[in-house]
C-alpha cells in the first residue's frame, strides 16, 4: 500500500489541499487506533480507490473522518505541524511558509459530462475517441430491466435489473433519469455519476436529448448534482449533412431512414438548452474541441473551494 491522501476538508488542518499520508504514517495511524490497517480501511467507509491511490474523504453526515470519537485526531499523532488546532486548539508559528499549498485552490470534484445529439452525429465515436486520449476519463453505465444480447455483461453494457428491483430504485429516488420504452426500464442511477465525480474524476453520459432535459430538471433540486454535471451538445455541421449520413445506411429501410430524419429534426431542436455546441464536422477537430472543454471544465470554481 502506498499510503492516503486526505481530503484536505479544512476542519482539522491548515492545509487547504490534499495532506500525503505515507505507509508508514498509516500504519501508524491504525495502531493509534488499535487496528491493522485492512480494518481500518474498513472501518471507515468513506476510503475510496482511484488513480490517485488511496483517498479518505469526508464522512456522509460531513464529519472529519480523521477524529476519533473523543475528537482527538488521528493525523497530528503522525503530521502534528500540519493541524489546525480544530477542534485541538493547537497551532505553531509560521505554518504558512511550512504548508506548501497553503492559500491555494484545490479541485474538489470532477465533472459528470451529458452528451446528447441527434442520430447519425457520431457521438458515441466521438466520446470513443476522446477517451483514448484522457484514459482516467469514465463512461457512465445504464441500467435496464430487457435481458442481455449477444455477448453483452452485467456491469459492462449495462446494469441488468429485474424489473421489482428497477422499481424499487425508482421509488427510493436513486436513478437521476430514467425511462420505459417497448415494456422495458431504462435509466442513469445518481451514483454513477456523483460517485466518480466526488473522487475527483470525470466521467461521460451518452444519453438522448430526453433523459438529458430529466438530469437538467434534477440540477434544479440538486444542488451538488448542479455543481458537477456540464451539457454538451454535438451537433452536425448542418442538417443537410446528417441527412445525407442517414440515408447513406445501407442497412435501413426507407421508411426506417425517414423516422430517424423526424427524429433527428426533433433532437436538434434542442441543441440551445445546452452549455455547450460542439459541431463534428472532422471527428478529430471535434475530438480536440472536446478535450478543451473538458480541460476547462476543471477550472470551474462550482467546483472548488478556497
Known sequence: MSGFVCAGCGRCCRWPGPV??????????AAFLGLDVPAFIERHTALTRDRRGLTLLERPDGS??????????????????QCAGFPLEWNFPG???????????????????????PSGVGKSTLCNLVRKSLPDMGFSISCTTRGPRGGERDGVEYFFLE???FERRIAGGEFV??????????????????????????????????????IRRACESDPMLAAVCEFVFIAPPSFA?????????????????EQRIGKARYELSFADKYDYIVVNDDLETAAGEMRGLIASFKLSTRRRKI
Do not use: H
Open 163 to 165: 424489473r421489482p428491483e
Open 64 to 81: 472529519c473522518a480523521w477524529l476519533t470519537e473523543n475528537n482527538r485526531c488521528m493525523l497530528q499523532t503522525v503530521k502534528p505541524r
Open 177 to 214: 433519469e430514467y425511462a420505459e420504452v417497448f415494456s422495458n426500464f431504462y435509466g442513469t442511477l445518481k451514483s454513477q455519476l456523483l460517485d466518480p465525480v466526488m473522487r475527483g474524476d470525470d466521467v461521460f453520459l451518452d444519453i438522448d436529448v430526453q433523459g438529458a432535459m430529466q
Open 241 to 257: 449533412v446528417l441527412e445525407g449520413r442517414l440515408r447513406g445506411r445501407a442497412t435501413d429501410s426507407a421508411e426506417q431512414i
Open 95 to 117: 505554518w504558512e511558509n511550512e504548508c506548501l499549498g497553503a492559500k491555494t485552490m484545490k479541485q474538489l470534484y470532477g465533472t459528470a459530462v451529458i452528451v446528447s445529439g
Open 20 to 29: 500525503r499520508i505515507t505507509a508508514n504514517e498509516a500504519d501508524a495511524i
